[in-house]
């Protein structure tokens, strides 16, 4: 079955909804939804990075931003209930392949130990590291030349 899937690079338009996902995850849940603020979005658009978003039947359903200072995935988030369809894997990719092409060698995450998205990780072949902390492990992932 097709999953009417689209990514496309994320404008300040997707803002609100790319919000609205980050606050829907049942994982990684922000405690003080107040630390990422709407700048913050709108910088990583160009200015620190770049963003991009999933859309299912025109429907954005996941988005992800790579920071460029320090080749790192920014953000990854799928609403939960289109989980499992494609749309993670598409944008983690896309996050990826970007700071490849700027040269760099190594792309680094970082994610709550024991959870979907630890396991999520792992499978897409990304290498899990050392704990940053009592909760978040960091991720790397080298570019094969």
Known sequence: MENNLHCRRASIDDIPLMSEIRLAVKENVL???ARVTREMYVDYLELLGRGWVCERDEV???FSYAAKEDSSIWALFV???CEGLGAGKALLALAAE???SLGNTTVTLGTSANTR???FYQQMGWIRGEMKDAV????????II
């Open 98 to 100: 970007w700071l490849f």
């Open 79 to 81: 609403r939960p209930e």
């Open 60 to 62: 954005v359903i996941g």
């Open 31 to 33: 405690s003080n939804p």
């Open 136 to 143: 978040e492990v960091y991720y790397s992932l080298h570019r």
């Open 117 to 119: 998205a630890d396991r």
